[in-house]
């Protein structure tokens, strides 16, 4: 069978290449009833246009750069595995593709951007990993260079739905704030919160969910507040302070946080009724051993940011632009810990 290209098509519809076209890249010039007629025939006769001949047309690469961040472990770095590849199928929808690099710190970070836009030729960019003071943002925005960051711009004076650049992120305190309001319905009244050191603006938005619920509910904070580095054995030794503050359940901004100060609690308390433990990220460890944990709309995260890009680069002013800022809901995934091997529970 004959594969079909833009001349069969437009000779067996009976319209012009052009219209075929601009079904294809700009569909609001053309009539609702041979739109829809152009793409069913499209869908039936699986045509898919030169990406050549598309990057003649647009002037563009159809490429985007992200950075591949450094992997702190196993456990949290599956999120970013589960964004990346969310990331690419919301790409290739869009036509587009997308190129990775490395770069040690947010300076090498910057060095690869002037290299690859020379290089690679490439559209734009997503970030990830915003934080206080980021120079990746600064630097895009001075250059007029195409980007949209997973993670809100974080300032201490800045409303984030002000800002010069398009980002989507997911409410992490709206997270918290459910997780404690959780255990607070289970009749906890003294619960710790393990998060990161100060200043990193995820792990504060965690925080000051737990704190906001906490405050509502006229239960204390003081001395149930641990900042650590992120990983089980921290979580662990953060766990044993907690309890000996008095806590009887702990949130955590990470499921690697969590699953240290999971296997704390089962040394010290029994198996309990309702989850007294509950992580961040929903990862499929937290999954596998039944730990209770706030799981991110990565997939909706990724499309959105994708669509947002896209839609800066057409430049199509006719359609609805997609929201410029965008924060997500996460959803709490409740558990109860499974047993396991040796002792019963998680080591």
């Excluded at 450094?70 to 999120?79: A, K, R, T």
């Excluded at 020379?118 to 915003?130: I, K, P, S």
């Excluded at 792990?203 to 704190?211: A, E, I, Q, S």
């Excluded at 030794?237 to 009887?248: F, K, L």
Aim: contains cysteine; negative net charge; hydrophobic residues 40%.
């Amino acid at each position: 069978m004959a594969k079909t290209t833009l001349v069969s098509l437009a000779e067996s519809l009976g319209v012009s290449r052009q219209t075929i076209s601009n079904v294809i890249n700009a569909p609001h010039r053309v009539k609702p009833e041979t739109r829809e007629r152009v793409e069913h025939a499209i869908a039936e006769s699986g045509y898919r246009p030169s990406a050549a001949a598309r990057q003649l047309r647009t002037r563009r690469s159809m490429n985007l750069g992200i950075r591949m961040m450094p992997v702190v472990d196993g456990i949290n770095g599956s999120i970013l595995d589960r964004f990346l590849h969310a990331l690419t199928e919301a790409a290739q929808e869009e036509g587009y593709r997308l190129t990775l690099f490395s770069a040690a710190t947010d300076d090498d970070e910057v060095r690869q951007y002037e290299d690859l836009l020379n290089v690679a030729d490439l559209d734009g960019f997503v970030l990830t990993g915003t934080h206080h003071g980021d120079q990746r943002t600064a630097w895009l925005l001075e250059n007029e260079v195409p980007f949209a960051s997973f993670g809100r711009p974080w300032s201490d004076t800045e409303d984030p739905f002000t800002s010069l650049h398009p980002w989507v992120d997911v409410d992490g305190g709206a997270g918290t704030e459910q997780a404690t309001r959780l255990l607070i319905d289970q009749g906890h009244t003294a619960i710790g919160f393990i998060g990161w050191p100060a200043g990193s603006g995820a792990g504060d938005d965690r925080r000051d969910g737990w704190r906001r619920a906490l405050q509502a509910a006229g239960l204390p904070a003081d001395q149930l507040d641990l900042r650590v580095f992120d990983g089980v054995p921290a979580g662990a030794r953060a766990a044993e302070q907690v309890i000996a503050a008095g806590a009887t359940a702990v949130v955590c901004a990470s499921d690697s946080l969590a699953l240290g100060a999971l296997s704390t609690f089962r040394s010290r308390y029994p198996a309990p009724a309702s989850p007294d433990v509950i992580g961040f990220d929903d990862t499929p460890v937290a999954a596998a051993v039944g730990l209770s944990s706030i799981a991110q709309p990565i997939e909706d995260a990724a499309r959105h940011i994708i669509r947002v890009l896209a839609h800066t680069l057409s430049g199509d002013a006719a359609n609805g632009r997609p929201d410029k800022h965008l924060l997500l809901t996460p959803t709490l995934a409740q558990r109860f810990p499974h047993p396991l091997a040796g002792d019963g529970w998680l080591a």
